[in-house]
């Protein structure tokens, strides 16, 4: 059974296009988060969800959406793709509060804006 | 401002023998977690070991041990007994409390050398 999933693994598109990334975790977490890793193995955090609501909002292009219709699942959408925009991206979940929990991570996805 | 600094971005090791990967970091939250992630080659996010703020004792994980030092704001990984399995990319990462939010390092690429 896998905790925190995404799809596609691997999305190649054009310029200009939008696209969605999905994710959703069987875990019972509260909290989920959207982070991006650049070519230089970096790791972003994006957005934080808890129970739905918008909980962390790093400085991202208004192109990037993400939708959370349960506390299950957080998509992402992006508007009119870039080549910067190329990255892994990451889904990942942890419990909310306390003294801080381990984030389950999504297999990842691998954009490639051509 | 950097939260979590890893100042190795590649490191050798021969196998069977131990390891230590840097890192420090920057928080005035006396409250925090700090963890370690592995991340092969493959790209899926492993956890491997995390340490509370409070916790008293290092943590310890199998052949993976944190040597925490408070004081001076470090949290370095150490692996022992090396094994070819191990070579990937390590990130050591931060949640501070009040805002769920995880920091990540720049990660040190780790290669076992037979």
């Given at each position: 059974?896998t905790a925190v ?30 982070y991006?890793q650049?070519?230089?193995k970096?790791l ?44 892994v991206?990451f889904?990942a979940?942890s ?7 381990e984030q389950y991570f999504g297999p990842g ?6 | ?20 990967l ?13 963890f370690w992630y592995k991340q092969p080659s493959s790209g899926e996010m492993i956890f491997l070991i995390y ?10 994980e199998g052949r993976y ?12 990984l150490?692996i022992?007994?090396?094994q070819?399995g191990d070579s990937a990319m390590y990130f050591c990462a ?10 990540f390092?720049?990660g040190t690429?780790l290669?076992?050398?037979?």
């Amino acid at each position: 059974d896998t905790a925190v999933s995404q799809t596609p693994k691997y999305l190649v598109t054009q310029m200009g296009n939008d696209k969605s990334i999905k994710c959703e975790q069987n875990l019972g977490h509260d909290t989920m988060y959207w982070y991006k890793q650049d070519s230089k193995k970096f790791l972003k955090i994006m957005f934080s969800y808890n129970n739905k609501e918008l909980i962390i909002n790093e400085t991202v292009p208004n192109r990037f959406s993400p939708k959370s219709p349960d506390k299950a699942h957080l998509n992402l959408h992006i508007n009119s793709l870039e080549l910067g925009d190329s990255a892994v991206y990451f889904c990942a979940s942890s419990p909310y509060g306390g003294q801080a929990y381990e984030q389950y991570f999504g297999p990842g996805t691998r954009l490639t804006v051509t | 401002a950097q939260k979590i600094t890893q100042t190795q971005p590649g490191m050798f090791v021969q196998e069977k023998e131990a390891v230590t990967l840097d890192c420090t970091y920057d928080t005035s939250d006396p409250s925090y977690g700090l963890f370690w992630y592995k991340q092969p080659s493959s790209g899926e996010m492993i956890f491997l070991i995390y340490q509370g703020s409070y916790d008293q004792q290092n943590a310890t994980e199998g052949r993976y041990s944190l040597n925490f030092q408070k004081a001076r704001k470090s949290a370095n990984l150490v692996i022992s007994a090396s094994q070819l399995g191990d070579s990937a990319m390590y990130f050591c990462a931060m949640v501070q409390n009040n805002f769920n939010k995880f920091y990540f390092g720049s990660g040190t690429k780790l290669n076992v050398k037979p």
